[in-house]
């Protein structure tokens, strides 16, 4: 019943699941795992597996939080900048007597409401994301210098700062829990909702998803407001660790974080240019950077290396993508 | 005499579909040669094969007697071959005379020799008669000074061959003259010129020789013009009493108005578009490249602004905002004629191409939850009775042929139910079978209730299938004509219509509209 | 001819920016005239000089079209490379300078040689350079400055003749350079044709790569001198050097006329956007605003330029240039 003239099928080495993302990347977390937990005594202890998941979850979240900005084809630099106003606000409300779930929720809100203001202006301005997240990473963080006075809050509530500690079994920080729940959200939401399906239609075509009858305007903007949203919360998971608010937690402008927000998704296999999203693959690039990290600095190799490895990383893995692009749609003729 | 260019059996096929069949045609120094064809006859293909952009599947290119083969763009140019195109490749913030000579920079100790570029660019520019600043930055140019610029920059490449691509596309009929001043100056000076134009009595005024393409193959190849008239060329170029693929309908409108447009004017230049369009008809519209229909059918379903006038849907005012908007609240559909840009996202799957317009639809109220299931029990339906052709659902849809894609690109449609169906171009560049089945496809939903407006430049096509027939030109119906489908008829009476008032604009001249 | 064409050149961009400036200058003259004292225009002239080659190294990728995240981190290691081979070496000053352009230099150029052979777009490719520079860095100093500079990089940094830096000098050297180069070179006008419109620019035989590479590279040894600047100002080598210079890096070139997609740059609207951020910070300071605004106004300024530039782009492109 076909007539699809496809291409002509390469020799395979391999069978094509092998050759996911998502399978290299747990290929290669497992080997690192090995070498790590061989060469860096105390590597796999309890202790260690509960620091490494807790920072796992901001970086979990955070890779969501750029990716579902991805997913409609834009970008957000102003994750940081989103995420420490939230965090600041947050621990705000609760130095002000605030409930922490009140507070929680504010912040989230926030957050939404700041990622909301960029799809906005990308909206109606018609401007590129880039350069709207450009100016507003700037905007938000000196509003929040401004509202803060550039001061760590550490008058947190203690349920909050509990939330931060709690583990289950003695291993599984809560905080993971968080990371895992809005990762199955996430999958719900672009797998079975008409605004997760429209979003990635919008990512892939947006002028086909126009003439097809999707809100457009409508999925850009809450694409970005979805990104604040997301930002805030792992900016609150961060704050719950920390135990306060401290302005500078995301570098100058939040720009800290544009390199882990990046490169999950990337390492995870989402399409930069919009249209797809790979919620495990970010998941396991977020795990990787993590396991990595974490092995690094037990076997004494100083943070501050450690930059430098993701940085050729992401530049490997950027390159590795376009160079399978490449190759799988070379013999596709003219 | 050895030809300029000299092209023989050139062959192209796309994914499924033959775009050019053992096509010839053949340059002489020194002339102006038309190229003709109507949407999807093949031109373009030809031309980019000349161009360099594509290569043919079989055929021999010679230039000056010698075989050549073409890479790349670049490769074309080297060669000799200029071409001046519909969109413009200048750069914007550079002066006239530096893009004249943007290939060839000539650098004195180091430096720019602003100087020799001067000089340069204004012998071309003398050339071109073009009487400008040449420091001018292009941006500040009107569309018909730009493309005197890239006339001369194509000349100063010392180029054998000059492409012209439908050039007075954009401007009025007095820089048209100019413009023809110019080539008529540059055929005495031996320039080979190849002369793409839909505009016949352009052809007839300007051109030597003609060749005509029709379905991928010429028929014309370099005759004469001498002794060719207007009615002579367009049944080169959409054949004659062809058996019509469908016979005249059975079932007639019942007369309800299904949409009105009345004074309506567009932020597209669209002015006082009248037009009536009933329950159970198929309205066609035809027109030449560029005339506005594609922008008024964009108008009409919300995706370009309404800036005077009325529309109307069932006998109600209606303001259409959006795409969206007109697909919910008022059951309008736009098939796109740029099917792989608009009218389909390829990287996605059939069924998703085909759910989009009822996502929020098939998602429960209170979950918001849309099952595969569901999806795809609503999308296998329309699928079938389209015959869409594929092993599953969830290939991509890049990989269809475009046949097919264009199925998909309808269906959509299908499957919301919509009432009013714009076509735009249905048929271009699809094999005769889909063709075929489009065209009853399109004959059934009119006789379900449908009202269809069928936009199309394919005279056999809008001929055969459609009930009335709305005829357009420079961003304006012209005229309506009742359809007789008889093609001698239809085809004069259309043409009368177009080229009667174009006739008109050319007399006054300089009246400064611009298509 | 010629009236013609200064009354174009009055209707620039540049001319408002100008207009702007003067008009800011004059307000905060009059609102707290120890604005006007030497060494407050000291402070805001140097300002002007360290952001300089800081603003060029941008705009020069913005010709192209493209973007360099790596402007800052760049810097930072130009900045640690010159203090260390100072301190820990002992290299006389000169021939360290030559090791720092040298580093701006290959960072530049290995920007370029990715973007241009791999193809992937410059965001990514310079936030992933961004992060390793600013990585090696960090790593290699162990976030601990180099605090023994030599005493000419000092002088260098903070010689003045009056109000007048002596940096100011040299970078205003160096932009009238870079102005050449896009004015007057092949190279540069390529730069400006591959941003403007790539299809013309490749068929008129120029070489993408070259242009990319040329680009980079170019931004690179700017980066290096604003680096090296920076360390003379600052007496020691920090390795945080460049961590501030992103917003800036873009906004000066975008006031100054800059087009985001490339094609068109103002040396001359940049150096004047530079004055007016510093003027506009220095304001904050003397009129006793908290300086946090200075990131909001940053931002907002950006925001409202690139909004306006938008705006004005739209019309005339609706005129002309189709597509």
Known sequence: ?334 | MSNVVDIRGASKSFVGVRALDNVSIDLAAGEIHALLGENGAGKSTLIKIITGVYVPDSGIMKLGGQEVSFRSPRDAINAGIAAVHQERNLVPAFGIAENICLDRLPVRHGLLDRAAILADAEVWMKTIGLKLDPATPVRQLSVAQLQLVEIAKALSLRSRVLLLDEPTASITPHEADRLFEVLRDLRSRGVAMLFVSHRLEEVLALCDRVTVLRDGRNTAIGQPIEGIGRRDLIRLMIGRDEETTVPPRSHASDGAVALELKGVATAAAHRDINLTLHRGEILGLYGLVGCGRSELAKAIIGAISVTAGEVSVGGRPARIRSVADALARYRIGYVSEDRKGEGIVLDQAIATNIAVTVWTRLARRWSRFLSRTREYAAVRPIAERLQIRAPSLAVLAGKLSGGNQQKVSVAKWLLAGTEILIMDEPTVGIDVNTKAALHRLIRELADDGKAILLISSDMPEIVAVADRMAVMNAFRIVGMVENTHSYQDMSAKIMHVIHGVADADAETAGSGRVA | MKRARAIQLLRTGNAGLALILLVAIVALAIANPAFLTSFNLYVVLTSVALWTCVALAQMTTLSTGQMSLSVGSLGGLVAIVVGGLCELWGVPLPLAIAAGLAVGFAGGFLNGILIATTGINSFIITLATFSAFHGLTMGLTRAIPFYHMPASLKALGNARFGAVPLMLGIVLVVALVVDLIFQRTRIGRYMLAYGGNATSAVLSGLSTRKVVIFAHTMSGLLSAIAAILTVGRLQIAQPTIGEDWLIISFAAPIIGGASLTGGYVSVTGTLLALALLAVINDALVLLGVDPFWVQVVLGGLILAVVSVNRLREGRRLGEAIAR
């Open chain 1, 1 to 334: 019943m076909t007539s699809i003239d496809a291409a002509p099928s390469r020799r395979r080495y391999l069978p094509a699941w092998a050759t996911r993302p998502e399978i290299g990347l747990v290929v290669i977390i497992v080997l690192m795992i090995a070498i790590f937990s061989v060469t860096a005594p105390g590597f796999l202890s309890p202790f260690n597996t509960f620091a490494v998941a807790r920072d796992l979850a901001v970086a979990i979240v955070l890779g969501y939080a750029m990716m579902v900005v991805l997913a409609v084809g834009g970008m957000n630099l102003a994750v940081g900048s989103i995420g420490v106003c939230v965090a600041m606000a947050t621990a705000g409300l609760q130095a002000a007597g605030v409930p922490a779930i009140l507070s929680v929720a504010c912040g989230v809100a926030a957050g939404a409401a700041l990622g909301g203001v960029n799809g906005v202006l990308v909206v109606r301005t018609g401007l590129s994301s880039f350069m709207i997240t450009l100016a507003t990473m700037s905007i938000y963080f000196g509003a929040m210098l401004l509202l803060s006075g550039a001061e760590a809050i550490r008058d947190l509530d203690p349920g909050f700062i509990y939330f931060g500690r709690a583990r289950i079994a003695g291993v599984l920080p809560v905080m993971f829990l968080v990371a895992v729940v809005v990762a199955i959200a996430l999958t719900y939401f672009y797998r079975a909702t008409a605004l997760g399906r429209q979003t990635l239609f919008t990512g892939a075509n947006p002028k086909a998803a126009e003439l097809s009858g999707v809100p457009v305007v409508r999925t850009v903007v809450l694409a970005h407001a979805l990104s604040g949203l997301l930002a805030g919360v792992a900016a609150i998971m961060l704050t719950a660790r920390t135990g306060a608010g401290v302005p500078s937690m995301a570098g100058q402008i939040g720009r800290d974080w544009l390199l882990p927000a990046f490169i999950a998704p990337v390492l995870g296999g989402s399409a930069l240019a919009g249209g797809s999203v790979a919620i495990v693959g970010t998941f396991l690039g977020a795990t990787l950077v993590a396991v990595l990290g974490s092995g690094l600095r037990m076997v004494n190799i100083g943070d501050f290396w450690i930059e430098l490895f993701l940085g050729i990383i992401l530049a490997i893995a950027v390159i590795a993508d376009r160079a399978r692009a490449l190759w799988s749609s070379g013999d596709r003729g003219q």
